[in-house]
């Protein structure tokens, strides 16, 4: 990307800063993913917050619909003003980018295994009328019924956001969600381990201050 | 493409010739489509061998998981060997074709719509056992199920082998499936009201006629 430059000279040749990097709102909002930034999506946001902005050498990015999604998780009026430097908000360009058609492919048969595996659930559910209530079964279906069909895919317009984001900027995609994942990797986009985020964070700023030592 | 040449210089210019030509089964498989060429896919696909022989304008081409699917509904022995002269059979080169990638966004709407159409489906079937037979419920949920989750949609790996190929070719593409039509629509493939096939396969012997008059 044209936007990319050399910072430092005491770099191996061929390292351009600043890495972009795609973030998703579940390293902040999976509880799992986001405990060693801190006990709530507000806290966690806040922690990074506080790491990002002692890095020069990489630029956070976000589309807009995962934005709205974060804030939405979030105590608006305790984060700071920052957030909206720090946390770059761009949509991707959806009408110039291009993907591999063989991915039509694999998207068809991972979607015909899930419809499938729907019909055999709801199937299910009919049969077991005799032990509970419709709506009972209704409420299992449900879950069942969802998780069955949205796990390890890509089902939204968000997701579709980040992942073409992150093949635009050849930027670095960090997420928890598994679907997000696969697709990256069958798609060439770099990806890291979530639970890796914020050792990746202060890697950055160890890093930071070394190339602004030299450079100075 | 490379292949095409002028075959007269009688037509306008950038004219080319041959066309080419995309078939899916449905044409001869689909009894409200093919009656005009034959009462059984294998009166139809004779009645189209028949035709297609006397067109020197264009060339036809079916994917080979189409022309399997083909083979499958018609008695094999009647066929005559023309067949495999006069339809190619050429699966489309998916690892080199890029498709645009705001199209996922609109597969990905699709399937949601679809999915959340399937659930409620399951539900009405829950609700319906007081007053009828688990096995007469579950008969008519497949139905409903599979109906809401395929129609319109492209849902095969046949389906993308049909539109991909007609992309690779710049070929129109003749189906009787409204799920392909609308896809083809948005990829901007050429396309032909499935009905009209007979009647394109006529005025093309008639303009094969009028070419070779000419060159003679």
Chains 1, 2 share one sequence.
Not at 3 to 32: C, I, Q, W
Not at 195 to 214: C, H, N, P, V
Request: proline share 6%; with cysteine; hydrophobic share 40%.
């Amino acid at each position: 990307m044209d936007a990319k430059e050399t910072l430092s000279s005491g770099e191996p040749e061929g390292t351009f800063y600043p890495y972009r990097v795609v973030l998703d709102t579940s390293l902040f909002v999976n509880p799992d993913v986001r405990k060693s930034l801190g006990d709530t999506p507000t806290e966690a946001l806040e922690a990074f917050l506080f790491l990002a902005a002692q890095i020069h050498i990489l630029e956070f990015y976000m589309p807009p619909s995962i934005f709205e999604e974060l804030l939405y998780f979030v105590e608006k009026d305790k984060i700071p003003e920052d957030l909206l430097v720090i946390l770059h908000q761009k949509p991707p360009k959806k009408h110039e980018l291009k993907c591999p058609a063989f991915l039509l492919y694999e998207l068809i048969e991972d979607i015909r295994e899930r419809v499938n595996k729907g019909l055999r659930i709801a199937e299910k559910a009919v049969r077991s009328v005799e032990k509970r209530s419709p709506d009972e079964i209704i409420q299992d279906l449900r879950r069942k019924y969802r998780d069955a069909l949205r796990e390890g895919i890509i089902d939204s317009k968000e997701d579709v956001d980040l992942l073409l984001l992150a093949m635009e900027l050849d930027a670095l995609l960090i997420t928890a969600d598994q679907g997000l994942i696969k697709w990256a990797e069958k798609l060439g986009i770099k990806w890291l381990f979530p639970e890796k985020f914020k050792d990746y964070l202060q890697g950055a700023i160890k890093r930071s201050g070394l190339l602004s030592g030299k450079t100075k």
